[in-house]
């Protein structure tokens, strides 16, 4: 496991190093919270960003939100901060693991083992969210090109599924393909 440190206070970096390294994991380096976060960490592609956000600069949670954007990456955040709000944006900021008043070497593997697996469960449903998403906007082409074959040839709507899918077969292509460039054609003839 790659972890990357984000943390301004040299002292607190090394001792968060120690108990990082004590728990079995890698410390690939240790960062300021500052600009070039996003950088850094596409740089260093780690596994999961451990946080300090006490010594960090007031736009941590832009910082990250930035830098895992197109890769997301399990993220803990140890703070003293207890507001709510604060635990609210940081889990809306990505966040998978925000722990109070707890940077106890005893305590590093079991919350990160937590924070991953939290982070998982959330891609794993995000990527279903995704593919139902997908799923919707196939079937509504699907839908208009069956109306369209329907309206403009007469057909049934079983009729027009089979001309579409038996195209499809011809032309070995996706249903959904065929069903786009329908709409398309039909687009462009008014």
Do not use: W
């Not at 260093?44 to 946080?51: A, C, F, G, Y």
């Not at 890769?71 to 003293?80: D, H, K, S």
Request: negative net charge; glycine residues 4%.
């Amino acid at each position: 496991m790659r972890i990357l440190v984000v943390n301004d206070e040299a002292q607190l970096a090394e001792a968060l190093r120690e108990g990082l390294a004590e728990a079995g994991y890698t410390v690939v380096a240790t960062v300021p919270a500052d600009l070039r976060l996003p950088e850094r960490v596409a740089e260093l592609s780690p596994d999961l960003i451990v946080i300090d956000e006490d010594s960090a600069g007031r736009d941590i949670l832009e910082h990250v939100c930035v830098a895992t954007q197109d890769a997301p990456r399990a993220i803990v955040m140890f703070t003293q901060d207890r507001s709510t709000d604060r635990m609210q944006r940081a889990i809306a900021a990505g966040v998978s693991g925000y722990v109070v008043a707890g940077l106890a070497a005893e305590r590093v593997q079991p919350v990160l083992d937590v924070a991953l697996a939290r982070f998982r469960i959330e891609q794993d449903l995000r990527a279903q969210l995704a593919d139902a998403r997908t799923r919707l906007e196939d079937r509504k082409v699907l839908d208009r090109a069956k109306v369209l074959l329907m309206s403009r040839q007469g057909l049934s709507e079983d009729d027009a599924h089979r001309r579409m899918r038996r195209i499809a077969m011809d032309r070995n292509m996706k249903l959904v393909d065929v069903a786009r460039r329908l709409i398309d054609a039909a687009d462009l003839l008014g």
